[in-house]
């Protein structure tokens, strides 16, 4: 699911990122959603709803970081993030096992944001990203 967000003369994809999320560094995820890397006033561009719980993943034979960051995230951006959370463990010697697939934004957080997003207000997240 995504809302639509209509881009202003000043928007950058990271002021947009820190709009929507409370975290500028996500604009990866609005950046890849909508296949651009420039953006325009008036544009149109769809906000995809951030991973906000962890998930369990069993690893399968061709799974990589970047196609995991793919499948949860939507971007390969974060893959270096998955792969820190799990101790850079090699996929390819821990096949049918489980692995962490790290939330991107706190759940309080972005439902804070949304709440606030008319006035501009940043709401911060006690945890430490590693991106």
């Not at 990866?28 to 709803?49: H, Q, R």
């Not at 061709?62 to 996929?91: G, Q, V």
């Not at 972005?110 to 709401?123: A, I, L, P, W």
Request: charged fraction near 25%.
């Amino acid at each position: 699911m995504s809302t639509v967000y209509v881009v202003k003369n000043e928007d950058t994809l990271q002021r947009i990122a820190a709009k929507v999320y409370g975290d500028w560094t996500l604009w990866k995820l609005i950046s890849d959603f909508n296949k651009v890397s420039k953006i325009y006033s008036g544009m149109l561009l769809s906000i995809p709803e951030p991973m906000i719980n962890d998930k369990i993943h069993i690893i399968q034979v061709y799974d990589s970081y970047e196609s995991l960051s793919r499948l949860y995230y939507n971007t390969e951006h974060f893959s270096s993030y998955i792969a820190f959370y799990n101790d850079y463990i090699l996929l390819s010697e821990h096949v049918d096992e489980e692995i962490t697939i790290p939330y991107l934004l706190n759940k309080k957080v972005y439902d804070c944001q949304k709440m606030d997003s008319r006035n501009d207000n940043v709401c911060y997240d006690s945890k430490t990203l590693y991106r």
